[in-house]
Structure formats: structure tokens, C-alpha cells
């Protein structure tokens, strides 16, 4: 090789990567499109008769987790159904497995794509059902991409949804 | 030998098994698992699933339901062919059928055994259509609700009900696919609430509505316990979750329960997370309680008794235990007591018992300590007298019933009040409150006059019950020490002790009124006993106790507590007990803690007594703490914390340590354990002589000529300030009743529900009255333990067989 080509090289490289866009983009003010089979947080979906949580306060989620994330505290309704007084979900454990939703019988939990995670407060990180219907609702745009086969792997992504 | 065991070949494997046993428990005794239904250890062989069935040869050419099969010589089974596993699943698909599939709903998921054999069995879809049953769930009482949709119609409830707890309930309903379960003598399940139903069910088709929805079974921590609320002891499994008890279940078939509960054991926990518990210490600034640290309130208890024992004297203080504490709670107090303090008031309030128990000793020695209920059980005649046992000490009750139903025991019956144990007696009879210790003398051989007026027992019922007593090799003679006792207990156990005198084979057997009152007598909780019930002036007790303590023991017995209080009290440390709400005389007793210099009260609810108090600590339930009951039969009942305390609460005989502490002496507890050792090395039990000598008791007054007799005897829903905070208990008896006869009710023109006022001499109380079969003409029924009627309203004294006066408000 002649004397000076690897200087050459180097240089090329540095030309053409420098007049490429940048990679980074100026988080939180832009936030870049996430693939779509992306791990979020998990979601709630609501139910279309009482509006709220779908969940029939089953347990099988809390008893799933690996990291003790769910607590659902049930209680009986005036009809003799279980009412769920309350579900919470620390986010600040949870490790994304998804036991919780396989191990759901109704499909209350829901996958979604948000990883807007960051609070000042770790009690932030403790939410609870009305707070993950809204992140499953806010999923809404992403979920019908999702359905539109968007970009490479689609047939991947379709059979992660069919199960 | 051979007679008593059979030997039979079992998959190949040849065991040994007792004549009699199944084939079933022959399976069992060698681990082969044979998959089972409608088995209950509890309950005799029924047959009615078919799930265990085996090929047995030779026997019939046909599969066998092991469970009913007696085991037999040369037998050979076989419990795992190809034809027995289909059967098996067959029978579980045929169940599917019409069970729904509400497993994520059901409160049963995770103890289901139906839903275990499922996945044994690796059913994953039913070869045919499934048809579930839609009816709704039907609310059978306050506390019991059943959902027919999941029954699959194997009868333990109905057996249950029947067998072990005589009440038979509930019952088959309609036939063939029609069949149902359903109370089975009015719309209303009008039972004994004891749950064991709901216990027994193999599914979820029987369900306790205070624990319907609020936890799945596998997310509860299992804490093995004692039952808090009577003195049979009966052992708990406590189910907590998030540091609440969601329910309490039966747990294994040992004494002294065998395996089953009461309304008291199944559904009276919830007190322990009663919104009205005591939480922190509280401390009087300005005539108020107020909320303080812990360390401000032991300074301010450290510096009022030091004060105390320094301006007057040891004599000046006293400490009062209590049955419903633990061993090593009184033992505590009572080291601290006589250890630190140097003073021998020691007071328990649970006077029924500990007056039995010391007129048994004085007549019959030691040897009438507490003996245990299979000796009750295998006596060949079993006499209860005064109250009704099966009110008391539910459990002992139904299994004297089945002694006496199953084992040919001879049942004779002399409570004051109808029971359910009538309908197993041989006799029974209803005997006058007031006249039970002349009964017994009666029994015993003396010679009563006017025996008729006095008991209102004739003279055939007399005489039939004594020629049975008379006959019998053993008799266990049984009553229950509760408030009907008070001012006639020591007659009574005097009754009894004629009646030992008088026949070598009876046995006597006094059922404390409360969860630990054999404990405090045992342990000493009087101002002349000490640990071991031995007495005070005993020299070599005394040393033992001294050298235990590091410190003299007084030699000088402590005084009686109405003259303490009354007398020189100037401090009062009281743990767990309501020393005004208990007293024949509350005014008096409220006036004496007023003028008092330091009253220190320790509990778990508030009460007459911390209300008085200068200083109140919060003391823990029993699912709080670890420690030991003592049951009528003088058994360890042992307790493990399940929950931790609630707020700033403390297990007692930590309070007492700490107190101690702050009073310059540290035991060095830091847990339950070394206590249990320590009061275990000091429980030996003295060998004292009686004086065997018969003694005439004194005569029952005869009944009022107009009016009524009261009776006042503990409910089976009613358990003291712990049970009036339980949820489900309140919901079986909301409030203070009072019952009486039909036709005196009809006389009086008083209705079901009305309000009533008894007037006595000692004062009166307003409430509601119950129409009830089980009262007798001419007697009132005032059931004890609730907090706003008490008996001793009535009259301080002694109100059971006090003359009382009905009004219909």
C-alpha cells in the first residue's frame, strides 16, 4: 500500500460521515419514532361497558410477576362481583418480561410503546389503573401503525400480535 | 396379631393396615395417591364421586370405590391401570360438564380440588358440549352464600353439618339432575354460623361473604395459631395479606379441635383490624388523653411508680393480668410485680374459673387439675350442667354430641336453657338458674327437700339421672365457668366436688370462661399464688421463684382486690382487662383509678378502664404476638405473630419488659421464646392434699312468685370486647337481646323485635327482646359479653337466678 492511503482513508470516512445528518436528536423536545414491537410500559385497556379498567381483579398478574411490580387489592361489589378497589404498578421494578400480560385472562393488560418513564420522584413510579388506561389510550397512534405493517420485520410483527 | 391387622398387596406392594381401614387409607398409609372428591378425613366414607376407584381382587368384577371398601386379608389392588385412569378422567369431564369456567373469579381457585384433578388428570378440553348452569348466587345467611353453578353435589357440606357438628343444617334438595344444596328447614340458613361448610366444600360453591373477593387463596401468608376467643383452644391457620388477617381457617385434625371451628374461630377475627384499635400510647395532659412517643409514656409510668413505691410503699401498687393475654404476657407482668415492684397484688379477672379451680383443690387436692378431653370424651357418661356447653365452648359441644351419638356415650342434660345437645341426650333436663350446685349435691346422694320447687327438676328425671350416674365405671362431669357462676361459683365446683366424693369414677371438668383463664391460675395470677399454682406461702416456691428473678419474693400475700383498691392503692398497672366494666361495683371502682396517683392501662380497644387511665398503651392481638394459651385441659395453644402490630402497638409482655427496663430492670427479653423457657422451668405443679370432706351447699332461693329468673349465660356470638368489634359477629348479633318463652312473651304481649326493659333490684337495662324456643317458662335469657347490657347491671352480685321484673317499653 502507498505511504499515505490509510491518511486518505481516514479522511474519506470523516468526509462523508460529516456531511451525514446526526444520529442524536435533541431529546425530550424531539423525540425520535420507536420500532414498532418496541417493549413499553404496559398498559390498561378500558372497558367499553363501565369505562373503566377491563381487569376482573383475577390476581394472576401479581401472582406472574417475578418482581413483585403488581398489587390488586379486590373487594366485593354491591352485586356480588369483584370489584378491584385498586391496581398498582410499580414501574420503578418492573423488568418488561410481559408474564403479566400472557398471564392475563381477560387482555385488560395491554403492550404499549411508552417509555416515558423518567419522574423526579420515585413515588411517581407507582401508578395505578386509571393511569394505565391513559397510557394505553395514548398508545392509540402507534398501535394502528402497527397495524399497517410499516417497514421491515412485518411479518414478524404480525405474528407476535397473533399470538 | 392377625385379628388386629389385615395385610393386602397394594400396585405390588404389600401393607399392613388395621381391620377396619379402607382400602383408601391403606393407599394412603404407603403414600400411593389415589385422587378423591367427597373424602373428607373428618367425615365417614360416602361414595359418591367414584374418583377412587380401584380394581380389587378378588371383589366384584368391576371397579371398586376404595373409600368405602374395608380393607380385607389377601386383597390385591390395583389403583393405577389403564381402565382406572379413564374412569377417573371420565368422571371429571362428566363434572365439566356443567361447571363454568370462572376459575380467575372464583375465591375457591387454588384450593380447588376440583381444579386440581383437572390438571392431574391433563384435561384440556371436554369431549362434550358444556352446558354451565346459570342460576344466581343465593345468600343463605349473614356470613354464608352459595353459588349452585359450581356445586358438584358431593354432600361433605350436608355430612359435615350432620356429623361433626349435629346441627344438619343444610340438606339435598328436588332429585336427579335437579338436585341442588339448600337449607334444609326454612329459606334462611338458621344455623351455628360455624363456616365448617364452607371449609369442607371441595369447589367454590359454598363461600364466606366476609371473605368473598378480598384476596386469592395463594397470595395469603399461612400463619398456624391459636383461636383467641373461647378456652377450648382450638388451632388456627390465620391468612394474612398486606398486614391485615383476611380470614382464619380450621388447621389439622389434632386435639384439642379435631378439626373443626366455631362462628367465634372461623369469622371473628376481623377486631384485630378494627378501625377502633389503640395505636399509640396515649398519655393524660390536662385531664385528656393525648397521643405521646413511647419513651414519654414509659417516663412518665417509670417516674408515677417510683414515686408510688417510694411515698408509700410496695403495698401501694398493684398489676391486674388477663385472660385474654398470653402466658408469657402474665408472666411477665407478674415477674415485673413481684420481682421489681416487690409487691404480691397480683390480681386476673377471670374469677370463675380461678374460684372452681381453688375450691376443687381444697376439697380434692391436685389431682382435680385440668384433665384432657379425650378423658371427657371416653367417659362413659358425660353430665352437663348449668350452661349450655354448645353456647360456650361450641366445639367441646359438638363433640360431646358425637360422642354421644357415634360412641354410645350417655348424655345427660341439666342446662338451664334448651340446647342442641337435648337431641343427644339420654336425659335432659331443664334446670332452675340459680339451683345447679344443689342439683349436683342432689346427684351426689344428699337428700334435698322440696327437691321440685328448687330445681324444677322432678323427682323420676332426678332419679333417672342419678341411677346412670350411679351405674356408670366413669362420669366427666362438665360446666362452664362464665359470669352465670358469679357468686355461686365456689357452691358449684363445691356441688361437683360432693359429686367426686361420692362416686370414684367422676372426672370434673370446669370450662374456663376466656381464651387463657386456666393459664393465669396456673401461672399464679392471684395475690397468694405463684407461677405453677402453688401456693405463696410454700418456702421452697418461693426461693424457686426468687432465684429465677434475682429478687425476694414478699413473703407477705398480697390483699384481696376490692379491698386493694378500695384500700391503699396508689398505682395500678392493668394489661388487657376492663377492671370498671368487670366490677360488681363500677362507680366505685372508676372512683378509686380517679383518686388513684398513677392508673396505667394497657389493650387493645378503649374501654371503661383506659378511660380512667392516666396512661394507655396499645397492646397487640393475638395475631400479633407469639406466646402460648393455656385451654381448659391445661394444653399449650401456641401463637405466632401473622401481622405485624398495628401502628405503634406492641406485644405485651414487651411493654411490661420495657417498663421494667425503664425502672432500672432489663430482663433482657427480645423475644417470646426465652420467657416460655423460663416460665416452663417454674410451672411445677404442687402435690397438695384435699380435705375430701362433702359439704352441704347452701340452698337455691325458690322462684319468685310472679316474674321472671334470669339467665345469663354467654351467646355463641358474643365474645367480649374483642367479638363486639369482629365485623361478621356483630352481623350475626347486632345488638344486646334479651330472650324469652313464647307464651310468656305472649302473656306480656311483647313481640319478636320489641324493646323491653328487665328491672331488678340492683338496677335495669333496655333492649331488645327475641322470642325464643330454647328459654324456658318463667326465665329471661340475658346473654352475656355484649358492652352495652351487661348482667351485672342487673345485679352486681350474682344476677344469674337474681328475680327480674319485664316491661314492654
Known amino acids: ?163 | 396379631m392377625s385379628s388386629e391387622t389385615v395385610t393386602l398387596t397394594i400396585d405390588g406392594q404389600e401393607v399392613q393396615v388395621p381391620r377396619g381401614a379402607t382400602v383408601l387409607q391403606a393407599c394412603e398409609s404407603i403414600g400411593v395417591e389415589i385422587p378423591t372428591l367427597c373424602t373428607d378425613p373428618r367425615l365417614k366414607p360416602y361414595g359418591a364421586c367414584r374418583m377412587c376407584v380401584v380394581e380389587v381382587q378378588p371383589g366384584p368384577p368391576r371397579p371398586t370405590a376404595s373409600c368405602t371398601t374395608p380393607a380385607g386379608d389377601g386383597m390385591t389392588v390395583v389403583t393405577d391401570s389403564q381402565s382406572i385412569k379413564d374412569i377417573r378422567k371420565h368422571v371429571i369431564e362428566l363434572q365439566l360438564q356443567h361447571h363454568p369456567l370462572d376459575c380467575p373469579y372464583c375465591d375457591q381457585a387454588g384450593t380447588c380440588e376440583l381444579q386440581d384433578e383437572v390438571f392431574d388428570q391433563e384435561i384440556f378440553q371436554s369431549p362434550y358440549e358444556t352446558v354451565p348452569k346459570a342460576h344466581p348466587e343465593e345468600i343463605l345467611n349473614e356470613v354464608i352464600l352459595i353459588n349452585h353453578n359450581r356445586c358438584i353435589l358431593c354432600g361433605r357440606c350436608v355430612r359435615m353439618c350432620d356429623e361433626q357438628i349435629g346441627v344438619r343444617a343444610l340438606d339435598f334438595v328436588e332429585r336427579a339432575v335437579g338436585t341442588f344444596i339448600a337449607p334444609a328447614q326454612h329459606e334462611f340458613m338458621d344455623c351455628e354460623r360455624c363456616g365448617m361448610c364452607i371449609e369442607t366444600c371441595p369447589v367454590g360453591a359454598l363461600l364466606s361473604r366476609p371473605f368473598k373477593h378480598a384476596a386469592r387463596s395463594w397470595q395469603t401468608e399461612k400463619t398456624a395459631s391459636t383461636c383467641p376467643h373461647c378456652a377450648v383452644g382450638c388451632s388456627l391457620l390465620v391468612e394474612s395479606r398486606h398486614g391485615s388477617v383476611v380470614r382464619t381457617r380450621s388447621n389439622g385434625l389434632e386435639e384439642p379441635d379435631r378439626g373443626i371451628l366455631c362462628a367465634k374461630g372461623f369469622f371473628g377475627h376481623s377486631f384485630v383490624n378494627s378501625g377502633e384499635r389503640i395505636t399509640e400510647p396515649l398519655v393524660r395532659r390536662n385531664g385528656a388523653l393525648q397521643p405521646a412517643s413511647w419513651s414519654e409514656a414509659l417516663n412518665v409510668i417509670s417516674a408515677g411508680l417510683r414515686e408510688v413505691l417510694d411515698a408509700h410503699g410496695p403495698q401501694a401498687v398493684g398489676v391486674v393480668g388477663s385472660p385474654n393475654t398470653t402466658n408469657e404476657d402474665n408472666y411477665t407482668l407478674q415477674r415485673f410485680a413481684r420481682a421489681v415492684l416487690g409487691t404480691n397484688n397480683v390480681y386476673s379477672q377471670s374469677s370463675g374459673l380461678h374460684a372452681a379451680a381453688r375450691t376443687l383443690r381444697a376439697v380434692l387436692g391436685s389431682a382435680a387439675g385440668p384433665r384432657s378431653q379425650s378423658e371427657l370424651l371416653e367417659s362413659d357418661v358425660i353430665l352437663v350442667v348449668g350452661a349450655d356447653i354448645g353456647q360456650t365452648h361450641n366445639v367441646v359441644g359438638a363433640h360431646v354430641k358425637q360422642a354421644a351419638r357415634d360412641d354410645g356415650r350417655t348424655l345427660l342434660v341439666a342446662t338451664r336453657l334448651a340446647s342442641g345437645l337435648d337431641d343427644f341426650a339420654t336425659v335432659a333436663a331443664r334446670v332452675r338458674p340459680g339451683a345447679e350446685a344443689v342439683l349436683l349435691s342432689a346427684l351426689a346422694g344428699a337428700d334435698i327437700p322440696n327437691m321440685h320447687a328448687l330445681t324444677g327438676i322432678d323427682a323420676d328425671t332426678l332419679t333417672a339421672m342419678r341411677s346412670r350416674v350411679q351405674a356408670a365405671g366413669t362420669v366427666a362431669v362438665v360446666w362452664d365457668t362464665g359470669v352465670w357462676t358469679l357468686g355461686k361459683a365456689e357452691a358449684i365446683a363445691q356441688g361437683a366436688a360432693n359429686l367426686a366424693l361420692a362416686h370414684d369414677g367422676v372426672k370434673l371438668f370446669p370450662l374456663p370462661e376466656r381464651a387463657n383463664a386456666a393459664g393465669t391460675f396456673l401461672l399464679g395470677m392471684a395475690p397468694d399464688l405463684l407461677p405453677g399454682a402453688r401456693p405463696l406461702s410454700d418456702d421452697e416456691a418461693r426461693r424457686q421463684a426468687s432465684d429465677a428473678w434475682g429478687a425476694p419474693v414478699p413473703a407477705e400475700p398480697g390483699l384481696a382486690f376490692d379491698d386493694f383498691i378500695d384500700g391503699p392503692m396508689q398505682a395500678l398497672y392493668v394489661m388487657g382487662e376492663d377492671v370498671v366494666g368487670g366490677s360488681a361495683n363500677p362507680q366505685g371502682a372508676q372512683a378509686a383509678l380517679e383518686r388513684a396517683r398513677l392508673v396505667v392501662a394497657q389493650d387493645i380497644f378503649m374501654n371503661a378502664t383506659t378511660e380512667a387511665a392516666d396512661v394507655v398503651l396499645p397492646g397487640a392481638t393475638f395475631a400479633e404476638k407469639g406466646g402460648h394459651f393455656t385451654n381448659f385441659e391445661g394444653r399449650l395453644g401456641r401463637l405466632a405473630p401473622a401481622i405485624p402490630p398495628v401502628g405503634k402497638a406492641r406485644p405485651d409482655w414487651e411493654i411490661v419488659a420495657r417498663v421494667s427496663a425503664a425502672m432500672g430492670a432489663d430482663f433482657g427479653w427480645r423475644s417470646h421464646e426465652p420467657i416460655s423457657t423460663e416460665l416452663a422451668g417454674l410451672m411445677q405443679r404442687p402435690s397438695l392434699p384435699g380435705s375430701r370432706e362433702s359439704a352441704a351447699v347452701n340452698g337455691a332461693a325458690p322462684a319468685p312468685a310472679d316474674g321472671f329468673v334470669l339467665a345469663t349465660e354467654q351467646h355463641l356470638y358474643t365474645a367480649g370486647v374483642s367479638g363486639r368489634r369482629a365485623d361478621s359477629l356483630t352481623l350475626m348479633l347486632p345488638e344486646a337481646v334479651a330472650e324469652l318463652n313464647a307464651g310468656d312473651a305472649q302473656r306480656l304481649s311483647i313481640a319478636h323485635g320489641d324493646r323491653i326493659r328487665l328491672s331488678a333490684d340492683g338496677g335495669e337495662v333496655n333492649l331488645k327482646a327475641l322470642v325464643a324456643d330454647r328459654v324456658p317458662p318463667g326465665v329471661v335469657s340475658l346473654p352475656d359479653r355484649f358492652l352495652e347490657a351487661a348482667p351485672r347491671q342487673l345485679d352486681p352480685r350474682a344476677p344469674d337466678g337474681a328475680a327480674v321484673r319485664v316491661h314492654k317499653v
Not at chain 1, 406472574?64 to 414501574?91: H, K, Q
Not at chain 1, 418492573?94 to 403492550?111: G, M, N, S, T
Request: proline share 4%.
Open chain 1, 1 to 163: 500500500m502507498p505511504l499515505g492511503s490509510g491518511v486518505l482513508t481516514g479522511l474519506k470516512t470523516v468526509l462523508m460521515v460529516g456531511r451525514r445528518k446526526p444520529s442524536t436528536v435533541m431529546y425530550p423536545e424531539h423525540v425520535r419514532d420507536i420500532g414498532y414491537r418496541f417493549r413499553g410500559q404496559v398498559g390498561m385497556r378500558r372497558d367499553e361497558v363501565t369505562g373503566g379498567m377491563t381487569c376482573v381483579g383475577c390476581g394472576l398478574c401479581e401472582t406472574a410477576c417475578p418482581n413483585d411490580v403488581i398489587r390488586v387489592d379486590t373487594s366485593e361489589n354491591a352485586d356480588g362481583t369483584r370489584f378491584v378497589d385498586r391496581y398498582l404498578f410499580d414501574v420503578g421494578r418492573c423488568v418488561f418480561c410481559y408474564f403479566c400480560i400472557e398471564a392475563c385472562p381477560v387482555d385488560a393488560l395491554q403492550r404499549t410503546h411508552d417509555f416515558h418513564l423518567v419522574t423526579e420522584d420515585r413515588r411517581g413510579l407507582l401508578i395505578d389503573g386509571q393511569k394505565m388506561i391513559e397510557i394505553y389510550e395514548n398508545d392509540q397512534a402507534y398501535r394502528e401503525a402497527e397495524q399497517h405493517n410499516i417497514g421491515p420485520g412485518a411479518a414478524i410483527a404480525n405474528w407476535f400480535e397473533r399470538g
